[in-house]
Structure formats: C-alpha cells, structure tokens
C-alpha cells in the first residue's frame, strides 16, 4: 500500500486525497438538510409513461442499429476515400479515418434519438414530462446536476483508481486510439452524444418503464398474467393494494446492472459504472427529469476526456 501511495501521480494523488473533500461537503450538507427534514431531492409527483415493453425493446435495439448503420456507412465512405475495398477495411484503417468514423456514428445516434422522442410524442402522446423535461424546473435541474456532480464524480474516480489498483484491470476504450486522429469528433460523441443518448435510453425510456410497470395497477398486472377470469377469483386472495405513490428501487439496479455490461471490455470501469449508473438512476426516480442526470454524465465524461488528452504521449 505504501509502494502503491508512493507511485501515485499529482492527478492520481488529487483524486484520492484532495478531491473526496468535495463529495464529504456535499454528502454532510446533503444528510443535515434531511435530518432537519428539508431534503432538496424529495421525490416528486409524477406519473406513469405511456409507453409499454414493445416500444422499449424496439428503442433500445434501434440504439444499438442506429450505431451499427452509421459504422457501415463510414466502411463505404472510407473506401472511396482510401480508394481500397470494402473488405480491405480493418480496424487500423478505420481508426486512422476517425473524422469519417466518428460523424458517421454521431449523426445516426442523434438521428435515431431524434426519431425516438418524436416515435413516442406521435404514436403514445407523451408530453416533455413524460420524457423528463420540465421547462418550469429547468434551472433547479442543471443545479441539481451540478451539485450531484460534485457528490459523485470523486467518489466514482476513486473507485475506479481502487479497483485498478486491486485487479490490475488495464482500461481499454477505443476512444484512446481515436482521440489521436480526431479530437474534436471524439470529444464531441464522448462528452455530449454520449450523455444524451444514454441518458435518455436508460433513465427515460427503460427505468421510466419499469417505474410504471411497479406502479400499475394489480388488476391489470394479473390480468395480463392470468387473464381477466382467473384475475377476478384470486385478486381478493392473493394481491395486497399498492400505493399509486410509490416509486420503486430496483429499477434503478436492473438498469444500472445493463447500463455496466453495455460497458464491459472496458477494463474496471464497468463496477464504477454501476454505482455512477446507480446515483444517475436515484436522481431520475426523485427529480423525474433527465437532466440532472445528462449534467452529471456530461461532466464526467468531461473530466474523463480531458484527463485522457493529458495522458496521452
């Protein structure tokens, strides 16, 4: 441990003993707020989305095509910039070619989130509410955001360090190789793309689906189990009445659960992923916006990125 502590770095050293100032402040200003029963994060009113199972699936593996598309689309355009078949593109070259890459996979994210928000607004009505943005609260959001940063982004930098250090886990991310052909792309698809397309795929649509799926009433949870007959007999016996109140946790787990495996390869940030996924989901569930939660992730990324340039030879 001592070898460890003497090996450090003034960036290493600034996380683990300057930094965690931060976040204690913040958590102790955060704990004597709710001891004297004025907790800024009490959970908000809010209803059920209106989007169901189906639509969640199809928007998350639209997620996933809409990436898929745009890196298919570069092949091509890299081909003809290189003059060389198609088949002839390996990762190298598609590395080198990042300012073809990395417009590509923006612009099809954005493209698809796009078409994701209007899918939901034209076939389910679903208001800027339903879709965690409140115009009226939109400044306590960003504040929020920034506070939260200051809470939990030492924490998880710290984690992160700890967890390296105990399983010598090496990051590995693509975005290491491609910062060095395209900087502004990749700071660009890292710091905002990212966030937003994250954001609102796991905060809004697939938590903000689950939340409704707790909420919904029992009858219309047996009924899709059982059928309306068999629901009739055993409703009575069977099933306690929920509170329409209630928000529950475990969304915020199976999210974050999902949201550090789309991370996995990527070394230990997986596990540091999962309590940063965690706070994201916890503020979601009390503020019902996803804006603190994009505030959060921006800066994070953020600090992330640019520690990266200065770590780079």
């Known amino acids: 441990m001592i070898a460890f502590l003497q090996n450090l770095d003034f960036a290493d050293t600034m996380m683990l003993v300057v930094f965690p100032a931060f976040p204690i402040a913040c958590w102790f200003i955060y704990l004597l707020l709710i001891l004297r029963r004025n907790n800024p994060l009490v959970l908000s009113q809010q209803r059920e989305v209106p989007w ?99 809470m939990i982004i030492p924490v998880i930098l710290m984690i992160n360090i700890i967890i390296h250090m105990f399983l010598s886990e090496k990051y590995d991310h693509q975005v290491m190789v491609l910062i060095r052909h395209s900087m502004i792309f990749a ?20 938590q903000g689906w689950m939340q409704r799926i707790f909420r919904m009433d029992p009858t219309k949870k047996m009924r899709v189990i ?4 068999r629901t ?21 787990f199976l999210c974050s659960l999902i949201f550090a495996a789309m991370h996995s390869g990527q070394g230990a940030a997986p596990y540091a992923l999962f309590v940063f ?29 640019v520690a990266l340039i200065y770590s780079l030879d």
């Open 226 to 229: 059982q059928g309306d007959a």
């Open 277 to 305: 996924s965690v706070f994201l989901g916890f503020l979601y569930r009390q503020t019902h916006s996803v804006v603190p939660c994009i505030v959060v992730h921006f800066v994070l990324n953020l600090w992330s990125f």
């Open 52 to 150: 169901g199972v189906l639509d969640v699936l199809i928007l998350i593996a639209t997620m996933w095509l809409a990436k898929l598309v745009g890196q298919i689309v570069a092949v091509f355009l890299i081909a003809a910039s290189e003059g060389i078949a198609i088949d002839a593109i390996d990762s190298t070259v598609a590395m080198r070619n990042a300012n073809i890459l990395l417009p590509c996979s923006i612009v099809f994210s954005i493209l698809q989130l796009g078409l994701a928000v209007f899918f939901l607004k034209r076939f389910h009505h679903a208001t800027f509410e339903d879709l965690g943005i409140n115009r009226k609260s939109l400044g306590r959001d960003i504040g929020v955001g920034l506070v939260g940063s200051l």
């Open 232 to 252: 009739e007999k055993m409703l009575v016996k069977k099933l306690k009445r929920e509170s329409a109140e209630r928000v529950p946790i475990w969304p915020i």
């Open 187 to 206: 700071g660009l698809s890292t710091v905002v793309v990212a966030p937003l397309v994250e954001e609102f795929h796991f905060r809004i649509f697939l």
